[in-house]
């Protein structure tokens, strides 16, 4: 890819938004960050630049549309037209929905949604005009499957689902040439297990089987090249996940109502002096990184990524492997 591609990215400081900003600045992109933290943002454009890429550092909250719009004008005034606008920020609690707060939910929901209706529309504004561009929303499971003491993030993954297919209907509609596409992520590896506010007794944690961010960030890149697909399922567990629910969500909720709270906690206590990012950032002055503290438990490949990437691959190997079998039969009959 060229080192001319202008690559913005929410949520860039950490996580799944750094691994994303890296995978970018290895293909020499232009990035733009877009982060709270000014130590994180700072750290990934470090490594933005030392994979030959060049960075942006913008101190952003995404809940703020006018902040996200003046980094929209920067971004393209000092690297130019923005080529592929990626959302991945948000925030969560984690905690029974009877102990969030209407406040916590509200500033959950304005970030973990509104953030990305923020970015959608500053990039749509750019892009349209020149009817080219491309926005990949970084979604989850969880936007099909609600699960226990995640709700706040559900609610606001289950939005942005439909507030997509909403755009994606009206761009075919007026046949526009930006794209827009969402990637649905399994459980990952990244620091929101230390950096949300939580209200569990216990150390949180994702819901094996847990991937790399690189995995995400992989994902998110070929979605970005190939944005014509409405839709990337990332990992066996997202897909089980996904076709459970349409099957038996009835039975898919009792199931959880039974694992779901232990599932989602280590079974150690949760640290006294764990960090919050709800109202601010984590990382304004440590850096975090893209990888969480599950790293001996989580997988750097996905089989399924790979399928998905080359399903039209494996169609075309199966429907020969189909005719050969077929060939062999007729032979053996005749």
């Avoid at 960075?55 to 080529?83: H, M, N, S, W, Y």
């Avoid at 609610?155 to 794209?179: D, M, P, T, Y």
Wanted: glycine share 10%; hydrophobic share 40%.
């Amino acid at each position: 890819m060229s080192s001319t591609q202008v690559v913005v990215v929410t949520g860039a400081s950490g996580g799944i938004g750094r691994a994303v900003a890296r995978a970018f600045g290895a293909r020499h992109a232009r990035v733009a960050l877009l982060a709270r933290g000014e130590k994180g943002l700072h750290e990934a454009a470090e490594d933005i630049t030392g994979e030959g890429g060049t960075a942006l550092e913008l101190p952003t909250d995404v809940a703020d549309f006018d902040q996200v719009e003046a980094a929209a004008e920067r971004a393209e005034k000092e690297l130019g037209p923005i080529d592929v606008w990626v959302n991945v920020a948000f925030t969560s609690v984690f905690a029974p929905f009877s102990e969030i707060g209407p406040d916590e939910f509200r500033r959950v929901t304005e970030v973990s949604y509104l953030g990305y209706v923020h970015g959608t529309m500053a990039a749509l504004k750019r892009m349209k005009p020149r009817d080219r561009g491309t926005i990949v929303q970084v979604g989850s499971a969880l936007a099909y499957r609600g699960i226990p003491l995640q709700s706040a993030y559900c609610g606001a993954k289950h939005a942005i689902q439909g507030f997509n297919e909403s755009l994606r209907c009206e761009l075919l509609h007026e046949g526009s040439h930006v794209r827009t596409t969402m990637v649905q992520m399994p459980a990952v590896n990244t620091p929101q297990f230390s950096w949300v506010l939580s209200k569990l007794p216990d150390h949180a944690q994702p819901v094996p089987p847990i991937y790399q961010p690189e995995v995400a960030a992989r994902a998110v890149v070929h979605a970005a090249d190939h944005p014509r697909r409405r839709e990337y399922w990332v990992g066996g567990s997202t897909v089980g996940t996904l076709v459970a629910n349409a099957v038996a969500p009835g039975i898919l909720d009792r199931y959880l109502a039974k694992t779901g709270y232990k599932s989602q906690q280590t079974g150690d206590a949760k640290p006294a002096d764990q960090p919050a990012n709800l109202w601010a950032p984590a990382d304004r002055t440590r850096d975090f990184g893209a990888h969480g503290e599950f790293d001996a438990k989580a997988t750097p490949r996905s089989f399924q990524l790979w399928a998905s990437r080359h399903h039209g691959l494996l169609a075309a190997g199966g429907s020969a492997l189909a005719a050969t079998a077929l060939a062999v039969w007729r032979r053996a009959r005749s």
